[in-house]
């Protein structure tokens, strides 16, 4: 009988699995060492933990998995051959890009990225379709099978495919992709009309090639994945993936139809879902929004959650790489616990953003490691117990640690070991402050206004002395923070996003046309959850519009929800008229009610809501101390300078109406909390650590 659904997150570092035990209620926490050479393995190892623990594979009934196997590969640039079929008298588009030029204008010695289809790999194709879809010059099939071969003799696994408005007619593309699989059929093939069926050249062009470039490594990673979940015994087929957009998707639709590119952000992006699902209730009670604060093995990944939602993104650039896809609006900094410290050529120290990863990893875990790391400077410090990393199941060497710090930072720049790993965490909190600081700038976001939700292995270590860099008076630890993006995996649903362009002036436009275009739409959304084995009766749709007005550069999404019953209306079109004025002064500061308005696309939204972790509320006892959670006390440097006596509690036996005051460490098997003289916190019902700042020195005891 189903019993469990559970959710595995794949880190730089650790893997992290919760198991969810749906007639109890009960969460099972997992951490593995993750496994580089083979991430599946890491996964297997966590799923064998639970196994030991008493857990029946047989009875899982829901496995969701959030993984960066697609991002590493596009940094490292691990991906296979590709080549590039494009319109005849085109083919410079890749090189000429939208001219735009990352980094800094007075880098002398810039380059851009190494071409995904360099030169040698592309081959322009006789055929022309106009602006309105219709056909100028037909396909010329032989130069197709032709440029096949010479692609298949290069060595290609892959093949893009991205001729001229594809998106208003496909039919050229789809032959295509028909050709290339009749003469080479084991090839991936990616076809922009399905990756990217929009508007602009380079972009469609940049995404479809980044597609190409990471399906066959998905591919490959899933196929071992799921023999190795057939392996040990879990029979069921709902194997989901997470998505950029925070939801999930089928493993099958992961690796077919254009989709593999949606998964870029699959790690970071369940972390941000979860804290939108499960904070509710303390944003509702103070009126707050929340950033959220993801600090692993090799990163930290910052959010911001407004209204309930993330907020959103259909733009990006990832690894200096265009990708115009959905996605929640994150940015990533190189900073973690496995995060380098060294002393550079003028004598500076620097944290990252080299990694010491999984393997080796920090000093202090005795795997061969010989660098200081982020980690290393918080064991010496204080903030982390030797003897209780990981519940006890992995012990730190703390001489390792300090001789790291001692040769390759103290010595150096001739200080203290205390001085030298108090200065790596200052860094690496001040880097980490900065970016959340420009990211809300950016966003227009008031961070004094917002609560700042910290998880990951370490974020809940380092939330305070980011939150004082940041003015923040306010932190939500949840409470299991350590495990917290696994736990998103298992609290999102079935998202799938479907867009085309078609670009007219909107008071041309008919509402039977527009009807008509998101109708077909949703014939593609139904006929996709068919073919993915999913419920269409339970599928929920979404509509909107890109807009803009005449001549302008960009558009606006601009929902539609609300303004149609059943079907798009003129009186539909005029109010979105109206409410595309509203977020351009909304965003922008400015409208411009007499110019005329032009649609560039149609944006439809599945979902299909499936069962979710349910959070359980406790009693409250009234509030008071925390004696029967006390396990003693150790030296803590929270300013490198001096030790402070820092109370030691285990989080786990702290009841909803417990009361603490810093400076304490709280210690649970998958992360450890830090609270600062001049900090206070209380459990709430769902067992969060609602932490704040004291207000005046009568609060700190």
Known sequence: MPRYRIGVDVGGTHTDLVLYDVMTGALLVEKVASTPNNPAAGV?????????????????????HGTTITTNALLEMRGPKVGLLITKGYRAVQEIQNQARDGSLFDYFYEKPAPIAPQSRTREIAERTDYLGNVLIALDRAAVRRATLELKAAGVQSIAVCYLFSFMNPTHEQETRALILSDFPEVHVSLSS?????????????TTLVNAYLEPVLV?????????????????????????????????AAIAGGKTVHTLLSGPAAGAQVAAYLAGPLRDEQGRGLVTLDMGGTSADIAFIEGGAPLEVTEGVIARRQVDVPALDLTTISAGGGSIAAVDGSGHLTVGPISAGADPGPACYGRGGTQPTVTDADLVCGFLNPDYFLGGVQRLDIGAAQKALQRYVADPLRMGVFEAAAGIRRIVDIRMADEVRVFAAKRGVDLTAFTLLPFGGAGAVHAAAVAEELGMTHILVPPRPGAFSALGLICTDVVHDYMRSELRPLSQLDADHAEAMFAGLETKARADIETEGLDAARAHYWRELDL????????????????????????TLAAARVRFDERHAQIHGHSAKDRPVEIVSYRL??????????????????????????????????????????????RDKLDPGAVLTGPAILEQFDATTAIPPGWR????GFRNLVMSKCENVSEWS
């Open 194 to 206: 399905e990756v990217l069926p929009r508007v602009r050249e380079w972009p469609r062009l940049s």
């Open 548 to 571: 803009r007005y005449a001549d302008q550069g960009y558009e606006l999404r601009t929902p539609l929800d609300g303004l149609f019953d059943g079907r798009v209306s003129a009186a």
């Open 44 to 64: 297997l190892n966590g799923i064998a933990n639970f196994v030991r623990r008493g857990i029946d594979p047989g009875e899982i009934d829901f496995f969701a």
């Open 220 to 252: 490959r990673y899933i196929d071992d994945l799921n023999r190795g979940l057939d392996a040990v015994g879990i029979r069921t087929r709902q194997r989901f993936l997470m998505q950029s957009n925070g939801g999930v998707m089928p493993f099958a």
């Open 605 to 650: 939204r599945l979902r299909i809501e499936v069962p979710k972790f349910e959070p359980r509320e406790e009693a409250s006892s009234s509030p008071g101390p925390a004696r029967n959670a006390r396990k003693g006390e150790r030296d803590v440097w929270f300013d490198g300078a001096h030790a402070v006596v820092s109370a030691l509690y285990e």
């Open 681 to 684: 916190a209380t459990v709430d």
